[in-house]
């Protein structure tokens, strides 16, 4: 069997620069989660021992003062492990802060993301992803079409068809 290449017609490639931004994006997003294991991991341990806290990296400082009290009678190498889940939380949190602030950086060094933000509700983040994520704006015309179409209106011979991976497109 001869290996088959996937070709996709009529996609454009987002710029070297919007790329970047969205690599930065999803390096940031694979931290979060990463934190969220940790985080999950070190209530679970604490679960075992009674203790019940909720979701959310919000209360780490309760998990950080369970861990300590003496009361509680985690055995040591348990509050040893523990700390060390709290060592590795806390170094995702600074590098989760480092890439927030490097995209809030690059939010007001973009003219897209500086508009975008003039929307209520649209901060630098959220600006900076859509410009990162979405693919270029353009009209149906310089994409072949003849415009809008009314909902029911068959397309016209000079619609075009964009194929990607088995996925039609209609443009």
């Not at 604490?46 to 806290?53: F, K, P, S, T």
């Not at 993301?113 to 992803?129: I, K, N, S, Y």
Request: hydrophobic letters at 40%.
């Amino acid at each position: 069997m001869r290996p088959v290449s996937l070709k996709c017609a009529l996609l454009s490639q987002r710029p070297a620069d919007q790329q970047a931004r969205a690599v930065l994006f999803r390096a940031r997003e694979r931290i979060v989660h990463q934190r969220t294991e940790l985080v999950n991991a070190l209530r679970a341990v604490l679960y075992e021992y009674g203790q019940v806290i909720p979701q959310g990296i919000a209360h780490i400082k309760r998990i950080e003062a369970i861990i300590e009290n003496a009361e509680i009678g985690l055995p040591e190498l348990v509050q040893k492990e523990c700390r060390d889940l709290l060592v590795q939380i806390s170094e995702k949190t600074a590098r989760i802060e480092e890439k927030t602030k490097k995209l809030g950086d690059l939010s007001r060094q973009n003219e897209t993301a500086r508009r975008l933000q003039t929307m209520p509700g649209v901060g630098p983040l959220t600006a900076l992803a859509v410009e990162a994520f979405a693919p270029a704006m353009q009209s149906s015309d310089a994409v072949g079409g003849n415009g809008p179409r009314e909902l029911g209106e068959p397309q016209t011979a000079s619609a075009r068809l964009a194929v990607c991976s088995g996925v039609q497109i209609w443009l």
